[in-house]
């Protein structure tokens, strides 16, 4: 078969007749003319935008935002959200992958505690994950670099960056309430995750140090792993009491004994010995930097015993609990 060649349109030709369409090209590639006059195109590029990157990293293998608890898994997957397109550099320039129906699967070998970058690059025509570890919880041990604006792995710019993970004590990857332990470079999400202390009550008789709200209760401690320090977070504390004593509850960034007076709003409440309950709220906002982190409901109160309010076994109108905000 002969080779087709057309000539290149400095401007748009006429418009066809009706029930007609017409095909040409410009220095940008190909484009059509509908009937109406309307311009489609360009309908291929020399060089893929670096920019398009239509995929999100998730636990689950079916859902690219998951709605449920993603606990205990060894695999992660990189899947088609807003489209499943990739733009990878092949060392030269940029080219458009295709990331399948079902997306792109990984199942490494994960150590303990330990923070990864994950990457994405071709390996013929098919698109590949990979990781690599951090040295620490909030250092990397290879630096990111931008090529063409895209960041990638230095000394390996075909390695686009994906998003960043996190392992648990077991060797496992979770992104569930209060363990948000998947971070995604593009397409992030928003979410809120409660915890609700359901304790009935119990009694703190201080001596003015601070320390994990309810001994420690899961309720008051959110944990994360963040990528890129892009945007801040928020949290709030909701905590119900009697009025026998003087304390202060407050949230604190990755401590369960001090806090940041510039992040956070603490409450401080005194007592008149009445019996009397009362909530009170304190929040916090900031940008936690990378790596990962937890934000920790702490209090303290002075040598009288006070009483805290859980559910209050569904005696009290108020439950008290905490909130955090964040992206994935």
């Known amino acids: 078969m002969a080779d087709l060649t057309m000539a290149e349109q400095a401007s748009t030709p006429s418009t066809p007749a009706s029930g007609s369409w017409r095909l040409y090209f410009k220095s940008d590639g190909a484009h059509y003319l509908d009937d109406a006059g309307a311009e489609i195109g360009p309908l291929g590029e020399a060089v893929a935008p670096p920019s398009v990157q239509e995929g999100r990293l998730s636990l689950s293998s079916t859902e690219s935002v998951p709605t449920s608890d993603q606990t205990a898994k060894t695999s992660i997957y990189l899947l088609p959200h807003r489209g499943r397109r990739i733009s990878l ?4 320039t940029w080219a458009l992958y295709d990331l399948g129906a079902t997306g792109v699967t990984l199942a490494p070998t994960l150590g303990a505690s ?4 994950v990457f994405a690059y071709a390996s ?9 570890a951090w040295s620490s919880g909030t250092a990397r041990a290879t630096a990111l670099v931008a090529q063409d604006g895209i960041l990638s792995k230095t000394g390996a710019l075909t390695r686009r960056y994906i998003g960043t993970i996190y392992t648990n004590g077991s060797s496992q990857l979770t992104d569930a309430e209060r363990a948000r332990f998947v971070w995604n470079k593009d397409n992030r999400v928003d979410y809120v995750d409660w915890g ?4 009935s009550s119990w009694t703190e008789a201080g001596n003015g140090t601070f320390s994990a709200i309810n001994s420690g209760d899961a309720a008051w401690k959110h944990e994360f792993v963040i990528g890129l320090d892009e945007e801040p977070m928020e949290a709030s504390a909701h905590l119900t009491f ?9 949230v604190a960034l990755d401590s369960a004994t001090t806090y940041d007076r510039t992040a956070a709003v603490w409450f401080r409440f005194g007592g008149s010995g009445t019996g009397a309950e009362f909530m009170g709220e304190t929040k916090w906002a900031g940008r936690p930097g990378i790596g990962v982190h937890y934000l920790q409901g702490i209090s303290t109160s ?3 015993t006070i009483t805290f309010f859980g559910d209050g076994a569904g005696t009290h109108t108020s439950q008290s609990g905490m909130f955090s905000r964040g992206q994935r």
């Open 196 to 199: 609700h202390d359901g304790t």
């Open 114 to 117: 330990t923070v990864y970058d």
């Open 89 to 92: 550099f092949n060392g030269t």
């Open 242 to 250: 009697d009025d026998a004593g003087i304390g202060t509850f407050v």
């Open 124 to 132: 013929g025509s098919t698109v590949t994950l990979e990781i690599l």
């Open 302 to 304: 002075d040598t009288y």
